[in-house]
């Protein structure tokens, strides 16, 4: 399957189902009343992560997904029925944005999470529910709730704790072969790997999922060859394995290959570069191997681990290392985690929202103004303005953010019109 890691996408809720107006008529129920029923909730749309998917080519064609709507009220005080949710399945690593903004909605991290990232909007109301003491026979129902909209952006960066880093044909595709379950395609050629490959090694009670990452060039921090697309992936790994081929064959010069590596992770991310790195010499079965590896070691700080990952030299030692260093971090973390939720936590009083904050009033024409409002524009949605009741109803939505107050403060006499997203009413004395 082609590898996608990045598309973006429009996503609709659905809108709610309007409620209607209806009276119970039966002839041994002569004062039946109000008998409309409410509208159904419209469908949302659910990200969900499911560890069976790997890419995100599966909506890489879809420019759209929409939720279906609820359906509008029945009569009889019976509500009609909700739209059907759509849900989404994603890949474990899949980082939703906001495709305007480019802000973190959510990470998919894990198999069975679940994230309502446009929710459907709720069905109106019949006039059976406004039923009342003072109000017995209401004409009074609602228009159901717009769903929600999204331009989101899909990226996936692959999960794993232990990324696999460096120069094209380091060995890493052979080296996860032979540790994990993984069976990636293993040539010698450059770019041999290039979608990321994730092999697990169980130990014990402990598991570790380790990434085989495609083989990075100098320049990759600024997008050269393969650069940004796999970068990112190694962005949530706990531990990097710095691999470095002992071949001479590969490497015309092992210390140059060694800074080139250090020097993409460097300008590509601070934070990356300060994750814990393991580096790992390869192909010490070569000819000629021990000698480069001599001048490896006197420019790498630290501890250098010779294998060979085709005949099996040393993995074991190195295994050991891993499992010590990242329970270490899991550790770590689960300190940092315990000492974030010991904390006293601060209860904020919501303030009362200031409806007519927002409230723009223009004059479009000499007897003209137009009303600008979010509060407004929602119950210009909300309330049809067919009956006697809607329409007091929607001159009290205006009272409460006093648009007529506002207008003729602005210059508007009697008579003139305002216009508020489609709807017309005229300036009282």
């Not at 696999?164 to 993984?182: D, E, Y």
């Not at 100098?218 to 071949?247: D, M, P, Q, T, Y």
């Not at 009303?371 to 001159?395: A, C, F, G, Q």
């Amino acid at each position: 399957m082609q590898f996608v890691d990045e598309c973006t996408i429009n996503l609709k809720a659905g809108d709610g189902g309007n409620g209607i107006v209806a009276w119970r008529r039966e002839p041994n129920v002569p004062m039946g009343g109000p008998y409309g029923g409410n509208g159904g909730d419209g469908g949302n749309i659910v990200l969900v992560g499911d560890h069976n998917v790997n890419t995100l080519f599966e909506w890489r064609s879809h420019k759209s997904i929409s939720a279906p709507s609820g359906e509008n009220g029945r009569t009889a005080k019976e509500t009609g029925h909700g739209g059907k949710n759509i849900y989404i399945n994603l890949p474990l690593g899949t980082s939703v944005y906001d495709a305007q903004t480019k802000e973190l909605i959510v990470d998919i991290l894990e198999s069975g999470q679940t994230h309502i990232i446009c929710e459907g909007g709720k069905g109106g109301r019949g006039n059976a529910f406004f039923k009342s003491s003072f109000n017995r026979a209401p004409t009074l129902h609602e228009h159901g709730d717009l769903g929600e909209e999204k331009n989101v952006l899909l990226k996936l960066k692959y999960i794993a704790d232990v990324g696999l880093v460096g120069l094209p044909n380091a060995g890493k595709s052979t080296l996860v072969g032979k540790i994990s379950n993984a069976k990636p395609k293993v040539a010698n050629y450059q770019f041999t790997t290039l979608t990321p490959v994730l092999g697990i090694v169980t130990r014990k009670r402990d598991k570790i999922v380790f990434a085989d990452l495609p083989g990075l060039i100098e320049g990759a921090a600024e997008g050269k060859g393969l650069g940004h697309e796999f970068l990112k992936h190694i962005e949530r790994c706990s531990i990097l394995i710095h691999l470095i081929s002992l071949n001479p064959s590969d490497n015309e010069n092992v210390t140059q290959a060694y800074k080139v590596i250090v020097n993409e992770l460097k300008q590509y991310s601070k934070a990356l570069f300060s994750k814990p790195i393991i580096v790992v010499a390869n192909k010490i079965d070569v000819d000629g191997s021990n000698k480069i590896l001599t001048k490896l070691k006197k420019h790498v700080k630290g501890k250098v681990y010779a294998i060979s990952a085709l005949e099996r030299i040393g993995l074991d030692e190195l295994l050991k290392q891993v499992f010590i260093d990242f329970d270490k971090i899991q550790t770590e973390n689960k300190k940092k985690l315990l000492a974030q939720t010991s904390k006293t936590k601060v209860i904020e009083l919501k303030q009362q929202k200031d409806f007519a904050k927002d409230l723009k009033i223009v004059q479009v024409d000499t007897n003209k103004w137009e009303v600008h409002s979010e509060y407004m524009k929602y119950w210009t949605n909300k309330i049809p303005l067919d009956t006697k009741d809607n329409i007091v109803r929607y001159n009290q939505k205006m009272q409460t953010i006093t648009v007529e107050e506002t207008a003729k403060k602005l210059g508007a006499n009697p008579g003139d019109i305002l216009s508020i997203y489609g709807a017309e009413f005229i300036v009282d004395k």
